[in-house]
């Protein structure tokens, strides 16, 4: 065994030092009517390679944007003296958190008196539990600690036991309004989690009469194209499966003016009771658009999300994962993807704050939502982590494009061939003399397409690939000439099967 010492373990990524490439950039989009103080009406994205570019900016998790909650406490009688008052807080996940309890002395005589030790008491023990008060007159009035936003605003949070005859009225918690730069911090920190060396374009918009999704347009315009794919997180209206369609119709428009990117979409289900009544999105043809519906259950996306009200989801390691998978790779690869650090994301729920541990989720509710097309988190059986259920689009199972990674490899492919042959646009054709092409012009193209596509084979991003230029097209008549290209991408071990039995013997 070594001396005993003072030992330093050296980490890794903590500079943000960019990736070689462009596989990993991405973007995110938020929707707002209060820009963080590093933005402003003209200044709406910007680019972070850290959780500290993005801090330095104004978007902080402190809840400093958030109003506190407040609850009062009228003293209606004195008491006598040795009374006791003790207040208590049940915040969410069941924390009972208390406040101090006041013993009533002889130097308190009138209700002001009560009303003021009172404060005084909560106040002695701010630094522990974080709640302040205020007295006015006879008036106690109670500030919530920050972090809790609406959480304390329904139900009948505070809880006040009296021994003795000191009496008052009571109102409970109301006013509170949760952080929205917090959840902000949280996605841009969960991406940069999972993906400690990303690249991050960050967007502010307005929130739209009705939205159309343009904005997706804007953040990859003012990043010259280099976005490969893009979370929108819509917390401001429900889940609709038409965004989905819109996502994918911005998206597709982009990839025909050589802009390729795939769409990530969270929006708010906290109004959806029932998690199993969501549409088959299986039934759409929207396969650049991926919906979240997982979320932390326990950690502090389940924290924020009693403060805020609205699904916060996996969206940003949903993002950081996929920015750190190659092209080719599904981000439910068990072996790479654990999206879990041991605290966040280790107790699963679904954006509605349903834990999976809730009676009513089933595997064959998991089943039929994969089977809808959905992306969530999930367990195996004596493996620790946590690992999503699969890379699906929103199109049917028997597509194609039916996955992410499927997407983002013809999408790479698309990109490559494309810079590849730009240079022979408009350039001179020398055919043979019946007009075909000659043996030497289609090699040329041909190996022109073929370079980037080596490539991705090398770097085991696609298993093979072939480029065919037929010498008999009409290029004097057409204008064109006609590329075939073929792809064999790379497989994904989505079942195993094992056949297993005993046997008599072994030969």
């Known amino acids: 065994m070594a001396l005993n010492n003072v030992r330093f373990v050296l980490g890794q990524g903590g500079l943000g030092r960019p990736l070689p490439g462009q596989d990993h950039i991405s973007g995110i989009i938020f929707y707002t009517s209060n820009l963080p103080s590093g933005f402003s009406n003209t200044n709406r994205i910007k680019q972070f390679f850290s959780v500290s570019d993005a801090e ?8 400093n944007d958030e109003t506190q909650a407040t609850a009062s406490y009228l003293v209606t009688a004195v008491g006598a003296n040795g009374n006791t008052l003790n207040i208590s807080v049940t915040e969410p996940f069941g924390i009972v958190v208390n406040l101090g309890v006041y013993t009533k002395s002889a130097s308190e005589a009138a209700v002001g008196d009560v009303a003021s030790a009172i404060a005084g008491i909560i106040n002695s023990g701010t630094l522990m539990h974080g709640y302040t008060a205020t007295a006015n007159t006879a008036t106690v009035t ?3 600690r920050k972090g809790l936003g609406v959480a304390l605003n329904t139900g009948t949070p505070i809880t006040i036991t009296i021994v003795g005859t000191i009496a008052g009225t009571l109102t409970q918690f109301t006013g509170g309004v949760g952080s929205a730069q917090a959840v902000w911090h949280y996605h841009i920190s969960e991406y940069f989690r999972i ?4 690249n991050l374009y960050v967007g502010f918009f307005a929130i739209p009469g009705s939205y159309t999704f343009s904005e997706i347009a ?3 315009n003012y990043a010259n194209g280099e976005i490969r794919q893009v979370g929108i997180y819509k917390d401001g209206a429900a ?3 038409a965004d989905l369609i819109a996502i994918h119709g911005v998206c597709n428009t982009l990839a025909n003016t050589h802009k390729e990117i795939i769409g990530l979409y969270a929006a708010d289900l906290s109004g959806t009771t029932d998690i199993s009544i969501l549409t088959d999105l299986s ?3 929207a396969n650049l658009s991926s919906a979240i519906i997982s979320q932390d259950g326990a950690a502090l996306g389940a924290q924020l999300f009693y403060a805020y009200g609205k699904s916060i989801t996996t969206l940003g390691a949903t993002l950081g994962a996929i920015s750190l998978a190659k092209v080719s790779e599904s981000i439910a690869w068990v072996q790479k993807f654990n999206i879990s650090n041991g605290t966040e994301c280790d107790t699963l729920a679904f954006a509605n704050g349903k834990l999976f541990s809730d009676a009513s989720i089933s595997d064959n509710l998991l089943s039929t939502l994969q089977d809808k097309r959905y992306i969530f988190l999930r367990k195996f059986v004596g493996i620790a982590g946590s690992y999503f259920n699969e890379n699906s689009t929103a199109i049917s199972v028997t597509s194609d494009y039916a996955y992410i990674a499927d997407n983002r490899t013809i999408q790479k492919a698309t990109r490559g061939v494309y810079q590849s042959l730009v240079p022979a646009l408009n350039g001179p054709i020398v055919l043979n003399s019946d007009g075909t092409l000659t043996d030497t012009y289609t090699s040329y193209l041909e190996t022109l397409a073929e370079t980037n596509l080596n490539q991705m084979v090398r770097d085991g991003e696609l298993s093979a690939q072939d480029v065919v230029i037929n010498p008999q097209q009409n290029v004097l008549q057409t204008g064109q000439v ?15 099967i094992v056949n297993i039995g005993f046997n008599v013997s072994i030969n």
């Open 56 to 63: 330095a900016a104004g978007i902080l998790g402190n809840y």
């Open 142 to 144: 109670i500030k919530a």
């Open 283 to 285: 039934t759409l043809s």
């Open 482 to 496: 006609v590329i075939t290209i073929s792809l064999v991408p790379i497989g994904t071990a989505r079942n195993i």
């Open 239 to 241: 889940f609709s499966t």
């Open 195 to 198: 993906q400690p060396q990303g």
């Open 218 to 220: 804007t953040l990859q």
